[in-house]
């Protein structure tokens, strides 16, 4: 049956499938008490991370330009849904419909505020685009660390100075306080419902990529000039592509905050470091592949939990991985490699040899090419 | 006078800020790539100095030049085995890889010296210069600060439109392909332009942990981005132009801190980067690039 579909039809199910078992695995693993507690805690960040992976690829693999500002958005999404759950826990029962809530308005508030962003963002490309919406996680970062956010019988009273300024009744509670962040937040998310977040998310992602609107995203990305001569809308497409992304974001970012009794906005959940631990998942499950970014979520994430010996080493290995993946895809020496002892060339040993004069094309290009990309 | 007092410190601030910009515009200019790394070879550069001069005992000019040639030799390395082999490849490339070594960088220091922030002494030892009956303090490292600041920038521009070295950065910057023609050893001017930046960013990283006394593995990154936002702010590529956006941020950021919000300084430097980029993306003195088809 598989051989008959297309090609992309055929990979997406495989990608869902793989989803699927490994939720069935771990849910089998889990209640037959095989996994540890320590495993058990990381499930959910672990869909989290997958889902931040899969729209950071849209970004980055899909669309082609370098978003250092992904948690950013994950951080909106964040405390969005935990203050509408924090006000609402007595007024909504059902601890389903208000996550559900919560994940939407998530959803909607990072969407706005990346767009929001992609408006001035996208007229910027490569470096400064890279630099702008770094600058533009960072500021949301300061903002959420300033904001006071109370409720009392009146309604809701905001500020942006101290606690005391929010002039509440006595019966009033503070819902973001500061620095201190948001506390109590109902324990609402688990494993299935990351995992049907996660299905929802390649849904929306793997269409996007084999619609007409993708395949526009991608042309963009090979060559904006050529795209834009045949009548591809470079705006429309650009934002469309950032800002389900950053929707995306804020989804995981609401599963992320209702995983956590405290949140508050330091850089090693939501500032720099985060985006670039997001940013080396897609590097490793290889830019644009979308299958990828999952699986490299889930093994840099569960690995150094294994083995705890090299927790130390984590971020030091993470650097060396981006460096030498880096070095070994786009360098003249690490391209002839792997024309030469790369699977693909293996898989193909009875094909036409097409690697020897690849590679020599290849190399007289590098040494001749001065002015590449001028 | 608080005004001025705040002004003077944004200035001496805006003087840090543009030796290390003046890093990131000369790389930018010539290998057109945006070296993430240079921030944590400030950072490297004031390890250096602090083990130097503090544990060790060296004197303050040795350790400073120790740690410039550390510093030089960490910039050319870091040049030559990651971003060298990736000269042709896409931006998107050595942007991560960058990105890679700053992340190496910061961590290789967190396993070497540890996260536990250090107290760096000043390395200036003059007194603090009181004006006007004690209202007006100006210390020793703002005065340092702002006449290293302009020695360099005074030096620099001499280097590069005086020496033939110099010319050849300005012809590689320009041109590579036509450079190469014309026999400039380019592999050799990019390596030269990472030496010069690194060696700045030891003197920038001596000045900065003088003036702000904490040193941790991640002291460089953040006056790292802001360096290059007064990079981009004053034209990239342009030497002056480092210098003009480095004093106006540093004076931005300290006035901000002042009279809008302590907490939010950070985010009021990087929405004048991105008010700079809406308005004028080339920078106050930079000049426009056309893309060609």
């Given at each position: 049956m598989l051989k008959n579909m297309k090609k992309s039809t055929r990979s997406n199910i495989i990608t869902y499938a793989m989803v699927i078992v490994a939720y069935i695995v771990m849910q089998t693993l889990v209640s037959t008490g095989s996994v540890t507690n320590l495993i058990q805690g990381l499930l959910v960040p672990?869909?989290?991370?997958?889902?931040?992976?899969?729209?950071?690829?849209?970004?980055?693999?899909?669309?082609?330009?370098?978003?250092?500002?992904?948690?950013?958005?994950m951080c909106v999404g964040a405390f969005v849904s935990a203050a509408f759950s924090k006000i609402n826990a007595t007024s909504i029962e059902n601890d389903l419909l208000r996550f559900i809530i919560a994940i939407i308005i998530a959803a909607v508030c990072a969407g706005i505020v990346g767009i929001l962003i992609g408006i001035p963002v996208l007229r910027l490309k490569g470096d400064y685009l890279a630099i702008v919406t770094l600058a533009f996680g960072e500021i949301i970062k300061n903002v959420m660390n300033v904001i006071y956010l109370g409720v009392d019988s009146k309604g809701i009273h905001f500020c942006?100075?101290?606690?005391?300024?929010?002039?509440?009744?006595?019966?009033?509670?503070?819902?973001?306080?500061?620095?201190?962040?948001?506390?109590?937040?109902?324990?609402?998310?688990?494993?299935t419902i990351g995992v049907i977040l996660l299905l929802i998310t390649?849904?929306?992602?793997?269409?996007?990529?084999?619609?007409?609107?993708?395949?526009?995203?991608?042309?963009?990305?090979?060559?904006?000039i050529a795209a834009e001569s045949i009548g591809i809308d470079l705006t429309k497409y650009k934002m469309l592509a950032f800002s389900i992304s950053a929707m995306l974001a804020g989804v995981a970012g609401a599963l992320y905050s209702h995983n956590l009794s405290t949140l508050a906005a330091t850089s090693k959940n939501f500032g720099y470091n985060m985006s670039i631990m997001i940013l080396v998942f897609v590097v490793l499950g290889g830019i644009g592949n979308i299958r990828g970014s999952i699986i490299a979520a889930i093994i840099l994430t569960l690995l150094p939990e294994l083995l705890r010996a090299v927790n130390d080493y984590r971020m030091l290995i993470y650097a060396i991985l981006l460096i030498a993946l880096m070095l070994f895809n786009s360098s003249p020496a690490g391209i002839n490699f792997r024309e030469k002892y790369g699977i693909g060339r293996l898989l193909h040993k009875n094909g036409p040899d097409l690697s020897e004069t690849a590679g020599t094309q290849r190399a007289h290009h590098v040494e001749g090419a001065g002015k590449k990309g001028v | 006078m608080d005004f001025l007092t705040h002004l003077i410190n944004g200035i001496s601030l805006g003087s840090i800020y543009a030796i290390i910009a003046l890093g990131y515009t000369m790389v930018y200019?010539?290998?057109?790539?945006?070296?993430?790394?240079?921030?944590?070879?400030?950072?490297?550069?004031?390890?250096?100095?602090?083990?130097?001069?503090?544990?060790?005992?060296?004197?303050?000019?040795?350790?400073?030049?120790?740690?410039?040639a550390i510093c030089t030799v960490l910039g050319m390395t870091i040049e030559k085995v990651a971003y060298s082999p990736l000269r042709n490849a896409t931006p998107l490339a050595v942007l991560i890889t960058a990105i890679g070594v700053s992340y190496l960088l910061q961590n290789i220091a967190l396993l070497v010296f540890g996260a536990n922030p250090k107290s760096?002494?000043?390395?200036?030892?003059?007194?603090?210069?009181?004006?006007?009956?004690?209202?007006?303090?100006?210390?020793?490292?703002?005065?340092?600060?702002?006449i290293t600041g302009v020695i360099i920038m005074v030096a620099l521009t001499l280097f590069v439109n005086k020496t033939k070295a110099g010319c050849a950065m300005k012809a590689v910057s320009e041109d590579r392909g036509a450079a190469q023609l014309m026999g400039?050893?380019?592999?050799?001017?990019?390596?030269?332009?990472?030496?010069?930046?690194?060696?700045l960013a030891a003197i920038a990283g001596v000045l900065l942990c003088s003036a702000y006394p904490t040193l941790?593995?991640?002291?460089?990154?953040?006056?790292?981005?802001?360096?290059?936002?007064?990079?981009?702010?004053?034209?990239?590529?342009?030497?002056?132009?480092?210098?003009?956006?480095?004093?106006?941020?540093g004076i931005i950021e300290i006035l901000g801190k002042a009279y809008i919000s302590s907490q939010l300084a950070d985010a009021i430097v990087f929405a004048v980067l991105i008010i700079v980029l809406l308005v004028?993306?080339?920078?106050?003195?930079?000049?426009?690039?056309?893309?060609?088809?």
């Open positions: 672990l869909c989290a991370y997958s889902i931040l992976a899969v729209s950071l690829n849209l970004t980055v693999g899909i669309l082609g330009e370098l978003s250092l500002g992904h948690a950013g958005f942006i100075t101290k606690a005391s300024d929010l002039n509440m009744e006595s019966d009033g509670k503070i819902i973001i306080n500061g620095a201190t962040g948001i506390t109590g937040t109902p324990h609402s998310s688990n494993f390649l849904f929306i992602v793997l269409n996007l990529i084999n619609s007409r609107s993708g395949r526009a995203i991608m042309a963009i990305r090979d060559n904006s | 200019g010539i290998a057109k790539m945006l070296n993430f790394a240079h921030g944590d070879v400030i950072m490297i550069g004031s390890y250096v100095v602090f083990i130097t001069v503090s544990t060790m005992g060296f004197p303050t000019i040795l350790g400073i030049v120790i740690a410039m760096f002494k000043s390395v200036v030892p003059f007194e603090p210069l009181v004006l006007a009956d004690g209202q007006l303090v100006i210390t020793g490292v703002s005065i340092v600060a702002i400039i050893n380019v592999n050799g001017t990019i390596s030269m332009t990472f030496a010069i930046g690194s060696a941790t593995p991640y002291t460089g990154s953040m006056p790292g981005i802001k360096a290059f936002t007064a990079a981009v702010f004053g034209g990239i590529g342009s030497i002056p132009g480092a210098m003009i956006g480095g004093l106006l941020l004028k993306p080339t920078g106050i003195l930079g000049k426009p690039i056309n893309e060609k088809v």
